[in-house]
């Protein structure tokens, strides 16, 4: 605790989740002394930073940046903001990659964030110290480097940690029999960063995910050949020329040919992974508990808190969700812990409730590996964070702009992307084509919203 009796917080990674923490923490300056922000590169942004080079940098980090040239983003930017920090009105609904980030520095500006971010640090350890006078009898030891040189460590202790180090730049590969047999090039898409390299290859995709489905656009743009490989049911909206569709890879013969689950085979110049991305915190005291297993990060109390270390937050780990209105509804439920408007059940309780969630999930059909991923059940959760912390929910129209994005999607895939919405009040919108017509709201009787 600072010498002011404010709690000290120490929040990890300046992406969208940590400058939106860093954000509630300086609006409340009468509890919270001012944030330190660690980042571990030169910039804010994260995964919105576009890094033309691979592997790693000069000084032997290893580069965490998974944006490619030409991105997009798949979400209407009416949606996709702070709900306090809208985007500039005159931007398209789906925007360019570099327009988020400069969003995301607009957002630094506006809040005052730069001064409470370290850039080029490293955290190297967080180790939970039980203080009688903490926060729920807890401080923390956070260990900092430049990342090269760990013996110039230096240590501070907080009151409680904030975990926003993202989760999309540790490549996951399936374990595919005969992988090591493959004879072309083999890549994930953490390493894609234009199609202009695989003009005219023959190329297995692995992956329909909304990355997997967009680098297969653009491959097709270069007259590349390209066979979609994935596990979903097969996608029903049109495809471009040269890109068809084919089960999982499940081995890799001899001779290097892929073989599909229907008996198949290909033998492309390319096998390109769309598979996603593992979940990490190397810094992370192991005392703490926090286990991930099978793309799962358990046990954590809303998806946010370990119950044996409830000053501890791991933001912004689910899946399939619109990320910055998430980690905003994250950010004001973690503010609404620390100072007292939610008081947290006890550690048997949380971890009670952690087990009955993951069970009906499981009831429910949610295979372990997809219990992060809450897609349209995301609202609920939200409104169920602002709810216990008694706090403002997202405005109504938000949930039905976004599941209706995803139909459109869904649609048409080739072109939802040239949709332009307008936000009308708080429960109403409208979206106009390219050519400015009006278009018909998709019916959403089957979703569950909030």
Excluded at 27 to 54: C, S
Excluded at 243 to 264: C, S
Excluded at 349 to 361: G, N
Excluded at 408 to 434: G, P, S
Aim: proline letters at 7%.
């Amino acid at each position: 605790m600072s010498g002011l009796g404010k709690l000290r917080v120490a929040v990890i990674g300046a992406g969208a989740a940590g400058l939106c923490a860093a954000r509630h923490l300086l609006a409340r300056q009468d509890l919270f002394a001012p944030p330190v922000v660690y980042e571990l590169t030169k910039n804010v942004g994260g995964t919105w930073v576009y890094e033309e080079r691979v592997g790693h940098y000069d000084n032997g980090l290893p580069i965490h940046s998974s944006m490619y040239r030409d991105l997009r983003t798949n979400i209407p930017k009416e949606v996709m903001s702070f709900p306090d920090f809208p985007f500039a009105k005159h931007l398209p609904s789906f925007v360019h990659h570099t327009e988020v980030r400069k969003y995301l520095e607009q957002y630094c500006d506006h809040f005052r964030l730069w001064d409470h971010i370290q850039f080029g640090t490293m955290v190297d350890a967080v180790n939970p110290i039980k203080e009688k006078s903490g926060w729920k009898g807890l401080a923390w030891d956070v260990s900092t480097s430049d990342g090269v040189d760990q013996s110039k460590s230096i240590k501070e202790r907080f009151d409680a940690v904030l975990v926003c180090n993202g989760h999309f730049y540790d490549p996951y590969i399936p374990t595919i029999p005969g992988l090591e047999k493959f004879k072309g090039t083999l890549m994930h898409s953490h390493d894609y960063r234009n199609a202009e390299p695989f003009a005219g290859k023959s190329v297995v995709l692995l992956g329909a995910g909304l990355s997997g489905l967009d680098i297969a656009m653009e491959l097709a743009d270069v007259n590349a050949k390209v066979i979609l490989s994935h596990g979903q049911r097969p996608l029903t909206c049109p495809l471009p020329p040269g890109v068809e569709q084919a089960p999982p890879v499940v081995k890799v013969l001899d001779d290097g040919t892929l073989e599909f689950k229907d008996g198949k085979q290909a033998l492309p110049e390319v096998f390109l992974f769309c598979t996603g991305y593992n979940f990490t915190f190397p810094f992370l005291n192991k005392q703490v508990g926090v286990n991930v297993k099978d793309h799962l990060v358990y046990p954590l109390y809303k998806f946010l808190i370990p119950p044996a270390y409830p000053s501890l937050f791991i933001v912004g780990i689910c899946r399939a969700i619109c990320p910055f209105p998430h980690f905003h509804i994250q950010s004001k439920f973690i503010m609404s812990v620390l100072e007292g408007t939610f008081q947290l059940p006890s550690r048997e309780e949380m971890e009670k409730d952690v087990e009955m969630d993951a069970a009906a999930r499981r009831a429910r059909g949610i295979a372990t590996r997809h219990i992060l991923k809450l897609d349209s059940e995301q609202w609920a959760y939200n409104d169920h964070l602002a709810q216990l912390g008694r706090f403002e929910p997202l405005p109504r129209y938000w949930s039905i702009l976004y599941e209706s994005n995803k139909v459109f999607r869904a649609r048409d895939m080739l072109n939802y992307k040239t949709h332009n919405y307008t936000v009308l009040n708080e429960t109403d919108w409208m979206v106009q084509n390219l050519q400015g017509q009006q278009l018909p709201k998709p019916q959403l009787t089957h979703i569950k919203l909030s």
